[in-house]
């Protein structure tokens, strides 16, 4: 009896068995959709995306480098874009560190991770009041002579809001913590404050502009988005940057709620603000781009360099023997002998 009483029962082994599989079940369902799966398929899929803005970056750039070369004075709207297409970059570069200090979670000191976001706040706003610019030349068409027409109070102008108004979202941020570093603070002042001054206010301003200037089309009976190559790009890139900035940050205020009746993010809602945030960067690698399709002197730099790789990566063809027949030639010279009668 006492044998029978410690042999192992048979419910235990099942139990056992069944104890197992559901830990297996655990175990793979944790690694297909939890926390570090989430972040490393984005950064996998974002790095591939972000090359295509890289790569269009450097057929801007020597698309620019070329016409800046061929002209010695060039267009203020093609300075607005080569200038909106250097803020782009920069912005693009932030996000590979990003993606590259992802997988060890960004960790860093609350000064790095505060001036990470101060870069980047100043970098995104500029680059949208660029556009204010932009949306300012072509719907009002200004005087060469004009204020906002001259590149030294441009820049002065762009970095002085811009630097203001990211000074501004560090005070409302306040210290960051020595921890896992975002991109931007899980505040919820922050993240309303943000929201207003970075992505809403530049866009009113250029909405009011492409209403003046339909004002003005109508009674002067001219023409509207006067660069009637730059307007379809502005349009379709202040489109995109608004979309992906706004995605960013609504989700960002709703982490943000969420910390405040929890205190914490749980793993799986910060890997959902990585992705968010490559979602923010991914605008900046379609406008690209955008920019590379659309602007006609960069498009034809394009198909300028295609054709000469093209006509690079032709195999020589193959000599013809029975071709290779030199024609004779018959020269005719006049001399003294053959004038005389």
């Not at 044998?3 to 369902?29: A, E, H, K, M, Y």
């Not at 660069?227 to 349009?235: D, H, I, L």
């Not at 943000?256 to 205190?263: G, I, V, W």
């Amino acid at each position: 009896m006492s044998f029978l009483q410690t042999s192992p029962r048979p419910t235990d082994g099942n139990t056992t068995l069944v104890s197992i599989s559901t830990f297996i079940n655990n175990s793979t369902s944790t690694s297909t959709f939890g926390p570090n799966s989430i972040t490393s398929t984005a950064n996998y899929v974002y790095s591939f995306l972000s090359t295509f803005g890289l790569v269009a970056a450097c057929f801007l750039g020597y698309g620019f480098v070329l016409s800046f070369k061929a002209q010695r004075r060039v267009a203020w709207l093609d300075c607005l874009i080569c200038a909106f297409c250097v803020l782009q970059l920069l912005l693009l570069l932030l996000s590979l560190y990003a993606v590259a200090h992802r997988s060890h979670n960004l960790k860093t000191t609350g000064l790095g991770c505060a001036a990470f976001s101060f870069t980047i706040n100043t970098v995104f706003t500029s680059s949208l009041l660029v556009l204010v610019l932009l949306a300012y030349v072509l719907s009002m068409d200004p005087p060469s002579h004009a204020l906002l027409r001259k590149p030294g109070i441009c820049t002065i102008l762009v970095l002085l809001f811009s630097l203001l108004i990211s000074l501004m979202l560090a005070g409302i941020g306040g210290p960051r913590q020595k921890k896992r570093c975002f991109m931007d603070p899980v505040c919820l002042p922050y993240a309303v404050a943000k929201l207003l001054l970075v992505i809403l206010v530049p866009y009113i301003i250029q909405t009011a502009l492409l209403i003046a200037g339909c004002v003005r089309q109508w009674k002067t009976r001219g023409r509207f988005l006067s660069g009637s190559e730059e307007g379809p790009v502005f349009v379709t890139v202040s489109l995109i940057l608004f979309i992906c900035g706004l995605f960013y940050s609504v989700a960002l205020m709703r982490a943000a709620m969420l910390e405040k009746e929890r205190q914490q993010l749980s793993p799986k809602e910060e890997a959902f603000l990585n992705v968010f945030e490559f979602v923010f960067f991914l605008g900046s690698s379609i406008s690209l781009v955008l920019v590379l399709l659309l602007h006609r002197p960069c498009r034809e730099t394009l198909k300028a360099v295609m054709r000469q790789m093209q006509d690079c990566c032709k195999k020589p063809r193959q000599a013809q023997p029975n071709r290779n027949i030199i024609a004779p030639t018959i020269e005719l010279s006049d001399t003294l002998q053959d004038m005389e009668p």
